[in-house]
């Protein structure tokens, strides 16, 4: 098993930047692609990107337009999303997850749920207008 602690919500301005960490415990080993969802209030929960665990494939929605990284430190166990120009719609709860079988990870499922067999409990950002 494995367990997902992600950090680094909070409430900023439009146009601010934040930096999501996102810590594995357990057997940490077993993780292949690691990915940040969000759900927005009223809405279902989406990809935001996701990373290879080699760090050569990463993913992005359309939606982060270049505004996002995603990043992942093995040796620390850590996964990382910089965002940068936060606009209000960015608002959501954020989520780490983790992938245990790189085979079935495609970029055209990348934002399929039951990839991702870890989840955390999620970090809030607000940003406000």
């Known amino acids: 098993q494995v367990q997902l602690v992600e950090s680094g919500g909070g409430l900023v301005q439009a146009g601010a930047s934040l930096r999501l960490s996102c810590v594995a415990s357990g057997q940490t080993d077993s993780l292949s692609y690691m990915g940040w969802f969000r759900q927005a209030p009223g809405k279902e929960r989406e990809i935001v990107a996701a990373i290879s665990r080699d760090a050569i494939t990463e993913y992005y929605a359309t939606f982060v337009k270049g505004r996002f990284t995603i990043s992942r430190n093995n040796d620390k166990n850590m996964a990382y999303l910089e965002m940068n120009n936060l606009e209000p719609e960015d608002t959501a709860v954020y989520y780490c997850?983790?992938?245990?079988?790189?085979?079935?990870?495609?970029?055209?499922?990348?934002?399929?749920?039951?990839?991702?067999?870890?989840w955390g409990q999620g970090t809030q950002v607000t940003v406000a207008s």
């Open positions: 997850a983790g992938n245990r079988d790189s085979t079935r990870w495609t970029r055209e499922n990348a934002g399929s749920e039951y990839l991702y067999e870890y």
